[in-house]
C-alpha cells in the first residue's frame, strides 16, 4: 500500500512540475537567514518572472525557504510571507484581453495543501496595472499579501495602451 501511494505521489509532483515548466521564475539570488550545521539553511529567495499576457512588465517576489530535514527531503510547508514589486520594463503591449483578479503565476508552497499566486487587475481611472500576491490553502486561506502597481507609461516613442480596453468585462 505504502509503494502505490508513494506512486500516486511521485506521478502528481512529475505532473505539477511538468505543467509549470514553462512558467518557472527565474532565481536571482538567495540570502541564508538560519544557519544550520547539517541541512540546508533557512532562507529568502528573490524570483523575477514576466507577466506573459503583458510584455514589458516584470515582477519580482522575494520568499522564504525552509532548510533543515524538512527544507532538504522537499516537504516543508512554506510560510505564507511573500514580497512583491512590478515594474514597467519596456514599451507595454497587451496580448489579450484579461479579466479583473485574474492569475498571472501560481507556485506550489508545500507538497499538496498550499500555492502561492500572484493576480493582475486593471485601475482603470488611473491606467495602471495591480498585482497581488497571495497564499492559499486547501481547507483555510492566508490574510498574509502583497500588492505591486504598475503606471503604464509611454515607452520611447511608444504611446501607453490603455489596460480597460483590454479588460474582459
Known sequence: MLRILMGVGLAVVMSVSATFAAEEP??????????????????????AIDDPLVEGVAC???????????????????VSDI????????PVTFKEKFEQGEEMFE?????????MRIVRGCDKT???LVYLSY???????????????????PWGDHEAP???DWLDD
Open 26 to 47: 527565474e532565481l536571482i539570488f538567495k540570502k541564508s537567514t538560519v544557519w544550520k550545521l547539517l541541512t540546508p539553511d533557512h532562507k529568502l529567495a528573490t524570483y
Open 60 to 78: 519580482h517576489y522575494t520568499v522564504p525557504e525552509k532548510g533543515g530535514v524538512s527544507g532538504m527531503l522537499g516537504v516543508a510547508e512554506e
Open 83 to 90: 514580497s512583491l514589486a512590478c515594474r514597467q520594463v519596456g
Open 107 to 115: 507556485q506550489r508552497r508545500s507538497l499538496f495543501f498550499k500555492k
Open 126 to 128: 488611473r491606467n495602471v
Open 135 to 153: 497564499s492559499d490553502k486547501l481547507i483555510e486561506g492566508s490574510p498574509k499579501n502583497s500588492t505591486s502597481t504598475v503606471p503604464i507609461m
Open 162 to 164: 490603455r489596460c480597460e
